[in-house]
């Protein structure tokens, strides 16, 4: 069966989506956020087949809410041979984790960006327990294209209970895996905003927090004061002055703030 797996949290203002998951009791779409009020917000697994075979108005609504993420961010596709229900009660094990201190935090097993590091994130065990019953996965880049995941098929049994836990070295890769996006979103540069220029903005992104970290500045003020100047200026105050020597003792007054 092919499924597409949508981030209802990445297109807040689609009109299309708010039709398209308007009724809870259909059977070709499941959100994984059992919580009524946060619907919306929810990731959607959808069964294609199913909708490929109502067509029309519910074909060109669901297009619709896939293009309403630049670079599709928010949408990736599978095959599986687990129906709807069973497929969306084991993705539903993955949407949150325990730290070691057991503390609840969500995972955005939706978004791309996420999706493309968790296979270096995870255990092999947890990884194979969570793709297991995944033949083909492929996610969008932030260029748009499509690229598979290294799914590791395999006949395991899906637990009815599974505790999915992440120590702290694993926490640290995910927070240090998004930090070009949060930087991005603290600058109000979010996907809506830099669209499809999304790819140019994160390298960018990333440029800036590595020559922070290369200075050996841990003043997250300074990052921030820095990055603003550097996409203020799209890049090109990257070659006003060694930048890395001078973060290194910089303060918030270096930045006129």
């Not at 009724?23 to 956020?33: F, I």
């Not at 687990?82 to 201190?101: A, G, N, P, T």
């Not at 990333?206 to 300074?222: A, H, M």
Request: with cysteine; net charge negative; charged share 20%.
């Amino acid at each position: 069966m092919q499924y597409l797996l949508l981030d209802g949290a990445m297109t807040p203002d689609s009109s299309a989506k708010k039709i398209v998951f308007a009724d809870n009791k259909v059977e070709w779409c499941a959100p994984l956020l059992g919580v009524k009020n946060l619907r919306m917000f929810s990731p959607f697994l959808i069964d294609l087949d199913r909708v490929f075979q109502i067509r029309g108005d519910l074909q060109k609504s669901l297009t619709d809410v896939v293009n309403a993420c630049p670079m599709h961010l928010h949408a990736s596709y599978f095959e599986s041979h687990l129906s709807l229900e069973k497929m969306s009660d084991h993705l539903s094990k993955f949407i949150c984790f325990h730290d070691q201190d057991m503390q609840t935090y969500g995972l955005r097993i939706a978004d791309c960006r996420i999706l493309s590091v968790l296979p270096q994130v995870l255990t092999m065990q947890q990884w194979t327990y969570l793709t297991s019953p995944i033949a083909v996965w492929k996610i969008h880049t932030r260029k748009g294209e499509l690229t598979p995941l290294p799914v590791k098929t395999a006949e395991s049994t899906i637990e009815d209970e599974y505790a999915f836990t992440l120590n702290a070295d694993q926490v640290d890769a995910l927070v240090h895996a998004s930090e070009a996006d949060a930087l991005l979103a603290h600058l109000g540069l979010d996907l809506n905003i830099v669209g499809n220029e999304s790819h140019q903005y994160w390298v960018l992104s990333q440029t800036c927090l590595q020559t922070w970290e290369k200075s050996g500045s841990t003043n997250r003020d300074v990052l921030n004061a820095f990055a603003k100047r550097i996409f203020d200026s799209k890049g090109k105050a990257l070659q006003e002055k060694p930048w890395q020597t001078f973060l290194a003792k910089a303060t918030l007054n270096d930045f006129g703030g």
